[in-house]
């Protein structure tokens, strides 16, 4: 009954590769994110989708590829791996209303990526 | 675009003691958020402050947003091993705003 899963938890490959993680969300919220945490703990938003659409694009490499087939579900795809890619991937959720006060946000349990 | 600061990076505490950790956004904030990440853990949801000057406790945690609504505080009294992690805000700039603009975190270690 994980509330925001994330798969692989663990991702170590070759520079060059291309590789996915994969999201879910149970709490039927509308909004899913997906944050980078860099070794020094600093957490940036990539991708925000709500309700399968894209409406926050930071600016990250068009290597990095957003995929939401249904509003549970926010998949990073990413190609050509590089040595900076390497880092801890968030996937989270929120519910959002009219009011700001209803944007909490869960998140998954992170997906430690290393690029040799 | 908004930006939030927060300080100190690092603060280390001898068990017992006070921690708090400041808060700034450079633009006005509809509200702002707490999270604490343990470590090897993932953010997790503390406190929510919408009002200004709104103050909220949580046992030994005490959250302040300011009057103007750009700046926020979170003190811990007495600080207990179990506190060790990094605390971040997060600031959002409008209602129905999407986007979450976290400061950089402070990582407490409490030494016993």
């Known amino acids: 009954d994980t509330a925001v899963s994330q798969t692989p938890k663990y991702l170590v490959t070759q520079m060059g590769n291309d590789k996915s993680i994969k999201c879910e969300q149970n709490l039927g919220h509308d909004t899913m994110y997906w944050y980078k945490q860099d070794s020094k703990k600093f957490l940036k938003i990539m991708f925000s989708?709500?309700?399968?659409?894209?409406?926050i694009n930071e600016t990250v490499p068009n290597r990095f590829s957003p995929k939401s087939p249904d509003k549970a579900h926010l998949n990073l795809h990413i190609n050509s791996l590089e040595l900076g890619d390497s880092a801890v991937y968030f996937c989270?959720?929120?519910?959002?209303?009219?009011?700001?006060?209803?944007?909490?946000?869960?998140f998954g349990p992170g997906t430690r990526l290393t690029v040799l | 675009g908004q930006q939030v600061m927060q300080i100190p990076q690092y603060q280390h505490v001898q068990e017992g003691e006070d921690f708090t950790t400041y808060c700034n956004s450079s633009t006005t904030l509809s509200n702002i958020q707490w999270y604490k990440q343990r470590p090897g853990g993932h953010p997790v949801f503390l406190i929510q402050?919408?009002?200004?000057?709104e103050v909220k406790k949580q046992k030994r945690l005490t959250f302040q947003f300011g009057e103007a609504k750009k700046n926020s505080s979170l003190h811990i009294t007495a600080t207990q091993t179990t506190d060790v992690g990094t605390y971040f805000c997060?600031?959002?700039?409008?209602?129905?705003?999407?986007?979450?603009?976290f400061g950089k975190g402070t990582k407490l270690s409490v030494i016993p």
């Open positions: 997060a600031g959002c700039s409008g209602a129905g705003s999407y986007q979450l603009t």
């Open positions: 402050l919408v009002k200004s000057g």
């Open positions: 989708y709500n309700n399968k659409e894209l409406i």
């Open positions: 989270a959720s929120s519910q959002e209303g009219r009011l700001a006060a209803y944007n909490e946000q869960f």
